[in-house]
């Protein structure tokens, strides 16, 4: 098993640009999560799924989409760029809610 | 919202040593999280509990769910246990309110 993957792992961005962070997991978890980390600050969790066609806003979402069509796919878009979305960008899953989270590798975001 | 304070921040030890680090939070949860982030970056999950202690190797977890308090412990700690440990606490029950709130972490470097 792969785990969970995320693509790309570095981004540079100019304000105002969108773009898609891509986030899968091969372990038919119901449960995907978006997180930022930020120097000094704990994880915050930007939106979460808890499973195909249901996702829901966690403690950061402005200026963040998602969507889940899959079980597999949990891919984060950004709208616009702004510099205050510079940030270490986490993507976990877990097979519930009362289960251990699986991190991904994490995509460094950069906005110019 | 759940407050999660981690203590110390940052803590030096030489190889061999007891380490402790401490999560308190100040609402009542269902779950607590302890996770392991490297220096490169990638986090794991070290333990899931909501009540007792659990060990794994040289690492301990404990919670005292009246008091709101976990500590990790890591005895006969070694050079490769250098890394950010991280608390996180989940509040709600059930699976519709699956969201984590984390500490800042502690930085633990352990010297040879």
């Known amino acids: 098993n792969a785990g969970v993957t995320q693509t790309p792992k570095f981004q540079v961005l100019k304000t105002g640009q969108s773009m898609t962070l891509q986030c899968a997991q091969d372990m038919n978890h119901e449960y995907m999560s978006w997180y930022r980390q930020d120097p000094g600050m704990g994880l915050r969790l930007i939106h979460y799924?808890?499973?195909?066609?249901?996702?829901d806003q966690g403690e950061v979402p402005n200026g963040y989409n998602v969507s889940r069509s899959t079980t597999e796919d949990f891919p984060l878009r950004l709208l616009s760029a702004a510099p205050s979305q510079t940030s270490v960008y986490f993507c976990a899953s877990s097979y519930s809610g009362l289960w251990a989270q699986y991190f991904g590798p994490g995509t460094r975001l950069l906005v110019l | 919202k759940n407050e999660v304070e981690q203590s110390p921040q940052n803590l030096t030890a030489q190889e061999g040593e007891f380490i402790t680090i401490n999560c308190s939070y100040s609402v009542g949860i269902s779950a607590l999280h302890w996770l392991q982030q490297h220096p490169g970056g990638g986090i794991v999950s070290l333990f899931m509990?909501?009540?007792g202690k659990k060990k794994h190797g040289r690492l301990i977890a404990t919670i005292n769910i009246q008091e709101k308090h976990s500590s990790l412990h890591i005895t006969a700690s070694h050079p490769r246990d250098s890394a950010v440990y991280i608390c996180?606490?989940?509040?709600?029950?059930?699976?519709?309110?699956?969201?984590?709130?984390f500490g800042k972490g502690t930085l633990l470097t352990v010297n040879p």
């Open positions: 799924s808890v499973g195909a066609g249901i996702t």
């Open positions: 996180a606490v989940r509040s709600g029950g059930g699976g519709s309110n699956y969201k984590l709130t």
């Open positions: 509990l909501s009540s």
